[in-house]
């Protein structure tokens, strides 16, 4: 299974797997049906923390979306002093997405400017 699929599989049958704010990972639900998926959630630890991770990010910039309707995109970067830097990036009404770049080539004012630049091409076109 997926990470994603073990994390729907697991919320069908009550038990919810979430990050706590400092991204420990947490499950919680009838403890016999948390005890049941404990060792799949140990055996796939790594993939389920990265999935809940990225779902968070993406959370994070469809809120920013949400509380400036003004904007057309908005980036997110919870640490850009990591090698790669994990970038999610909302465009409205058009897509979400994450990039990895490398530490060494990430310039945050690039990437803004290179955003603002291919998005606008789609507003125009639309």
């Known amino acids: 299974m997926t990470p994603v699929e073990i994390i729907e599989q697991a919320t069908v049958?009550?038990?919810?797997?979430?990050?706590?704010?400092?991204?420990?990972l947490t499950a919680t639900g009838d403890q016999l049906v948390v005890d049941k998926w404990l060792p799949t959630i140990r055996d796939n630890k790594p993939c389920i923390l990265r999935e809940?991770?990225?779902?968070?990010?993406?959370?994070k910039v469809l809120a920013m979306l949400e509380a400036t309707p003004s904007t057309r995109y908005a980036v997110f970067v919870?640490?850009?002093?990591t090698d790669p830097v994990v970038v999610a990036v909302g465009i409205r009404e058009i897509a979400?997405?994450?990039m990895e770049i490398p530490h060494?080539?990430?310039?945050g004012m690039t990437l803004l400017e290179l955003i603002e630049k291919h998005s606008g091409e789609h507003y125009a076109n639309t």
């Open 13 to 24: 049958e009550g038990v919810t797997l979430t990050l706590t704010p400092a991204g420990i």
């Open 52 to 59: 809940l991770q990225r779902e968070r990010r993406r959370a």
């Open 78 to 81: 919870a640490d850009a002093s």
């Open 96 to 98: 979400t997405f994450e």
């Open 104 to 107: 060494k080539y990430y310039d």
